[in-house]
């Protein structure tokens, strides 16, 4: 049978694994988008192999909340940049995320880990956001080169996408 290669999900979770078909043409928020997928995918690991790890998942949950937060300025600058027309809708979707995100991460650092909510909250952020919000506007992400000499015009500041084989 062959494979589907429609963003594939890792076995054990719903968190899409990152494939070429995701990047988003800048290797500094691809970089932060696979970086994002595997935290996410390993805090649902962690929920479901090691329930009462609260402490673990405080840690893992932290650098989700703060990586997000960079991320989501850097995404929110580029397309401000480059004139991105729907970014007030999608500063609107890094905005509803970020205090569900903010209530989770303070529960954990009291101790008090809901994971039924903390699993539908990580898996439908990450996965859902970037095939329906950043791949669209994909054409607004990439870097511009910088204002250099002309030689520099066509250089490789316009489609910096890692070269992951
Ligand atoms: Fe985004
Ligand atoms: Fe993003």
Redesign the pocket.
């Known amino acids: 049978m062959a494979p589907d290669k429609t963003h594939r999900k890792t076995p054990d979770t719903p968190i899409p694994v990152w494939e070429p078909s995701l990047s988003v043409r800048n290797a500094k928020l691809d970089e932060q988008h696979i970086t994002l997928l595997a935290l996410g995918t390993y805090l649902i690991i962690l929920i479901e192999t090691h329930p009462s790890s609260n402490e673990q998942i405080r840690v893992v949950l932290k650098d989700i909340v703060s990586l997000s937060r960079e991320h989501?300025a850097i995404?929110e600058d580029v397309l401000e940049e480059n004139g991105c027309p729907s970014l007030a809708e999608?500063k609107m979707?890094?905005e509803t995320a970020r205090p569900e995100l903010n209530d989770l991460l303070h529960d954990a650092s009291h101790n008090f880990v809901d994971k039924a909510v903390l699993t539908r909250v990580i898996t439908e952020w990450r996965s859902n956001?970037i095939s329906e919000?950043?791949l669209p506007v994909k054409e607004y992400m990439k870097m511009k080169p910088p204002v250099a000499s002309p030689s520099a015009v066509d250089g490789p500041g316009t489609d910096n996408t890692p070269q992951h084989s």
Do not use: L
Request: hydrophobic share 10%.
């Open positions: 989501d995404e999608h979707a890094h956001h919000y950043d």
